[in-house]
């Protein structure tokens, strides 16, 4: 009797140890191959990168992004909302396969998720005030500060002001940029402050007289976040990416949104780059 049960509890323990193994064992590649479709998270309010247009069309930078990727990886794309807390949250609890949201990669974030590489964008934050109003970033000093939720630029933008003023802003946080100039042109805040790209095209947008306050400060990058601990998708996801930036599929979507002719010009060079005089024509390739 008591052999019996001993060779019970062997089995069970032997079936308790194989079960994570093999769940653990597939990767999310394998998976989206299966299944034929990736789910890939982005927003639908913040232009240039995604949003609605007046059509009702889903676009922006990052739309073409998802789409010129998973056509390299045979797949289609279910496309899953999500907004700057759940751009996060989602990846990490497995409901999207691929974040695709303006993510700035920080050290938190690397702790919850991962990325691809390279990052794919590269950004800094900017003030915008109503014409006229102030000179500089040191004139933000205990004003009304305005950020979206979830944004590093709630602690970022503190910062960058204490290098001017020991007087502290008073930061308020909004769903998205375009409720927050909404906020400003109301007289609800004196400033907002987000990534400069977005900046420009919700302010643009609105039609109303905006401006910089001062430069490009907190510079970052974008990248494609990725469900982590997942190796092989993380390198899959990579190789893609860089099979983007080498072919030039990369540089046709770049030019279409931020190039001179482009939706939302941008006086700045935000692609992934490299000293090419170190890197040559491999910038940002991994070599086989």
């Given at each position: 009797?008591?052999?019996?049960?001993?060779?019970?509890?062997?089995?069970?323990?032997?079936?308790?140890?194989?079960?994570?193994?093999?769940?653990?064992?597939?990767?999310?590649?394998?998976?989206?191959?299966?299944?034929?479709?990736?789910?890939?998270?982005?927003?639908?309010?913040?232009?240039?990168?995604?949003?609605?247009?007046?059509?009702?069309?889903?676009?922006?930078?990052?739309?073409?992004?998802?789409?010129?990727?998973?056509?390299?990886?045979?797949?289609?794309?279910?496309?899953?909302?999500?907004?700057?807390?759940?751009?996060?949250?989602?990846?990490?609890?497995?409901?999207?396969?691929?974040?695709?949201?303006?993510?700035?990669?920080?050290?938190?974030?690397?702790?919850?998720?991962?990325?691809?590489?390279?990052?794919?964008?590269?950004?800094?934050?900017?003030?915008?005030?109503?014409?006229?109003?102030?000179?500089?970033?040191?004139?933000?000093?205990?004003?009304?500060?305005?950020?979206?939720?979830?944004?590093?630029?709630?602690?970022?933008?503190?910062?960058?002001?204490?290098?001017?003023?020991?007087?502290?802003?008073?930061?308020?946080?909004?769903?998205?940029?375009s409720e927050g100039f909404i906020a400003l042109k109301q007289g609800k805040i004196d400033a907002?402050?987000?990534?400069?790209?977005?900046?420009?095209?919700?302010?643009?947008?609105?039609?109303?007289?905006?401006?910089?306050?001062?430069?490009?400060?907190?510079?970052?990058?974008?990248?494609?976040?990725?469900?982590?601990?997942?190796?092989?998708?993380?390198?899959?996801?990579?190789?893609?990416?860089?099979?983007?930036?080498?072919?030039?599929?990369?540089?046709?979507?770049?030019?279409?949104?931020?190039?001179?002719?482009?939706?939302?010009?941008?006086?700045?060079?935000?692609?992934?780059?490299?000293?090419?005089?170190?890197?040559?024509?491999?910038?940002?390739?991994?070599?086989?």
């Amino acid at each position: 009797m008591k052999r019996s049960m001993l060779v019970v509890l062997a089995v069970m323990a032997l079936l308790v140890s194989f079960i994570p193994y093999a769940a653990a064992g597939e990767s999310i590649l394998d998976k989206v191959t299966k299944a034929g479709v990736v789910k890939i998270g982005t927003g639908n309010k913040t232009s240039p990168m995604n949003y609605i247009d007046e059509k009702g069309n889903w676009i922006g930078f990052d739309i073409d992004m998802g789409n010129a990727l998973a056509e390299k990886l045979g797949v289609k794309i279910e496309w899953v909302l999500v907004d700057n807390k759940t751009r996060i949250s989602f990846l990490a609890d497995g409901r999207i396969d691929l974040s695709m949201a303006n993510i700035s990669q920080t050290r938190s974030r690397e702790e919850q998720i991962d990325y691809a590489e390279p990052p794919y964008f590269w950004t800094g934050k900017i003030f915008y005030s109503k014409k006229g109003k102030f000179k500089s970033i040191a004139d933000l000093a205990g004003k009304r500060i305005g950020v979206d939720q979830g944004s590093n630029a709630f602690i970022a933008a503190p910062q960058e002001i204490a290098k001017y003023s020991k007087t502290a802003p008073v930061m308020s946080s909004f769903q998205n940029s375009s409720e927050g100039f909404i906020a400003l042109k109301q007289g609800k805040i004196d400033a907002y402050s987000q990534d400069a790209q977005i900046m420009a095209a919700v302010s643009g947008s609105l039609g109303e007289k905006y401006e910089a306050v001062g430069a490009i400060y907190s510079p970052g990058l974008y990248g494609i976040g990725v469900t982590p601990d997942d190796s092989k998708w993380r390198d899959k996801i990579s190789f893609v990416l860089q099979d983007m930036l080498k072919d030039g599929t990369y540089e046709k979507i770049y030019q279409k949104w931020f190039g001179p002719k482009g939706i939302f010009p941008l006086p700045i060079n935000a692609r992934p780059r490299l000293p090419k005089d170190t890197f040559g024509d491999m910038l940002y390739i991994w070599p086989d």
